[in-house]
């Protein structure tokens, strides 16, 4: 199995910072990466797909990069809203995995 | 729209069963895969299986992870455009949101609302 490491596992920001987050995989998945925020209570939403594809009605201000192993997600002003936990998962082959999840806090 | 509509909260005993349904609509069944997972309390997203509304549950159209191999059974009712999740021998670490998923390929686009499961003696 692939195995997804993220980093940090929690952040703490103040409205309108710059938060970056990483994740890992443990081979080559090429650009099979998709970011996703979950706020607790809720669905968690998908926010890019193809490691930079913006998922539609997705705000500007989230961006990602990356390929092969090494992937990133961006928040470029971090909003209220923002605040939740973020994972990435690679969707190169089965089984599909998760990193661990980035938890952004309000600092 | 696409909705992905669940079934409600369920409480289990160690070592039932459970079977949580995921119905569809806003597009047609039987073009894509539904993803299942789960969120235990504190916990992250750990993805559980796949299954190709195609042809359902036939050999080779679905795709369990290891944790669950023998103990979960993912199907679909193409005439109800509904998919089901069966757990069995649960324990407390069953315990846990359940979420269905329309997978489009690469990504994970359309979730259920997800279904709380509570397993306690």
């Known amino acids: 199995d692939i195995q997804m490491t993220q980093s940090p596992s929690s952040v703490s920001a103040s409205v309108g910072d710059r938060v970056t987050i990483t994740c890992r995989a443990s081979?080559?998945?090429?650009?099979?990466l998709a970011w996703y925020q979950h706020i607790p209570g809720k669905a968690p939403k998908l926010l890019i797909y193809?490691?930079?594809t913006l998922q539609s009605g997705v705000p500007s201000r989230f961006s990602g990069s990356g390929s092969g192993t090494d992937f990133t997600l961006t928040i470029s002003s971090l909003q209220p809203e923002d605040f939740a936990t973020y994972y990435c998962?690679?969707?190169?082959?089965?089984?599909?995995?998760f990193g661990g999840g980035t938890r952004v806090e309000i600092k | 729209q696409v909705q992905l509509v669940q079934s409600g909260t369920e409480v289990k005993k160690p070592g039932a069963s459970v079977k949580v349904s995921c119905k569809a609509s806003?597009?047609?069944?039987?073009?894509?895969?539904i993803t299942w997972l789960r969120q235990a309390l504190g916990q992250g997203l750990e993805w559980m299986g796949w299954?190709?509304?195609?042809?359902?549950?036939?050999?080779?159209?679905?795709n369990y992870a290891q944790k669950f191999q023998g103990r979960v059974t993912l199907t679909t009712d193409t005439s109800t455009s509904t998919a089901y999740m069966e757990l069995r021998s649960l324990t407390s670490d069953d315990t846990a949101v359940y979420f269905c998923?329309?997978?489009?390929?690469?990504?994970?686009?359309?979730w259920g609302q997800g279904t709380l499961l509570t397993v306690s003696s």
């Open positions: 081979q080559d998945i090429s650009t099979y």
């Open positions: 193809g490691a930079s």
């Open positions: 299954i190709s509304a195609y042809n359902g549950n036939t050999n080779g159209n679905t």
């Open positions: 998923a329309l997978e489009l390929g690469i990504r994970l686009d359309y």
């Open positions: 806003g597009y047609t069944f039987t073009s894509y895969g």
């Open positions: 998962q690679q969707a190169n082959s089965f089984p599909r995995t």
